[in-house]
């Protein structure tokens, strides 16, 4: 059996997280996992949408507060007609307009608002709002810590105005590669960091089209979120592929085995050397053949023998296995890739923090396998392992 440690995820909680109903409290314990809100296949996978954006008198145009207020009675409503989840990390003006639209929204349709409405709140916010579900953010600083644990927290990021704090959390969302969608039409803080990091960042989930799109500054709110959530959509379906990339090392008999444990849960693995090389380099292949990619499973096998200067030999992963993870880690996301340690192997010394499994045999494991996959949002049947 796996420990905590060992099934860290990045969709669990961070440590000192409090999960809240309007009835009653309890505890989460640091590491504890979350449930999925996973939906049928046909109808995509439920986004945890982080909402940052507002208006000052001080600070923002006069004529932009009606504006920022009409986008976000549209953003509720496209949350709950797309069936995702939005996060709110206040109880102010703008959030308090988005969290009574999708009550209202709910109320008329018959549906529960707890499915499409969850707020990060600090301790320092005593007065709990009306409905939603609430997770406490333990302490900290809002300008560091609980800014980067919302960040961490959502699936993709929607800016409408706002100043300092939405240019800083559109700046954490770029460098952690999540999507993010800013308001090109209201101008603010927020649209000058986005525009500011074109130049910086690939969005590799934007097409020129889109970005120009996005970028329109006549653009209505109905205009602007029709492309964002079909953007989302598009990236809901990518991110949820059922392909899935094998890294390896000498061990072939272990990728094999992997390769047929996937086949069997109805996966499509994908292996590096089967891929047509085109004249292209490693680095190249690996871009090119992980556009498509769901998940990544990265075998560490103990093909080498590493030397400290103490004298102690150590088995470790072949170099290319430990440089893959760490790339495949940059295009797809820490929650998107699982190491594989089989037998005596050393642990990479950074691997704290992610998704990985200790194994003596892939077949005889074939359930944590299948394990890792439900817990990344797929639907898995095990009972095809049989």
Known sequence: ???????????????????????????????????????????????????????????????????????????????VTHNHTVILTSSREFDEIIAHEIVEICQASGKKSKEYLLYLLPEREATLPADGRVIRLHGGQWWVEERTESILYCDALIAIGGGRGTFDCVEKALLNNKPVFVAG??????????????????????????????????ATPAEFFEQVFLIIRKISDDSHSKRVFIVHGHDLYSRDQLAEILRKLQFEPIILADEPSRSL????????????????????TPDDVGRSKAGVDMARARQNVIFEHGLLIGLLGR???????????????????????????????ALKVARVLKDAGYSVDASNLI
């Not at 039409?185 to 889109?210: C, D, G, N």
């Not at 380099?281 to 560490?300: D, R």
């Not at 089989?342 to 923090?353: A, F, T, Y």
């Open 1 to 79: 059996m796996s420990n905590i440690i060992e099934r860290h995820h990045p969709r669990h909680l961070p440590s000192g997280f409090w999960e809240m109903s309007n009835s009653n409290l309890a505890m989460l314990e640091p590491g504890s996992r979350l449930r999925f809100l996973v939906l049928d296949r046909n109808e995509g996978f439920k986004m945890r949408i982080l909402f940052q954006g507002g208006w000052k008198a001080h600070r923002d145009p006069q004529g932009t507060r009606e504006i920022i207020a009409e986008y976000c009675r549209a953003l509720a409503s496209y949350i």
């Open 281 to 300: 380099t490693i680095i190249e292949k690996l871009e090119k053949n992980t556009a498509n990619i769901g998940f990544s499973f990265i075998i560490y």
């Open 185 to 218: 039409a209201i101008p603010s803080l927020a649209t000058k960091a986005w525009k500011s990091r074109q130049s910086k960042y690939k969005y590799r989930y934007l097409s020129k089209k889109e970005l120009e799109t996005l970028d329109d500054v006549t």
């Open 335 to 365: 929650e998107r890739t699982c190491a594989l340690l089989l037998g005596k192997v050393e642990e990479p010394s950074d691997i704290r923090g992610m998704l990985y499994e200790r194994m003596n045999d892939i077949r005889g494991d």
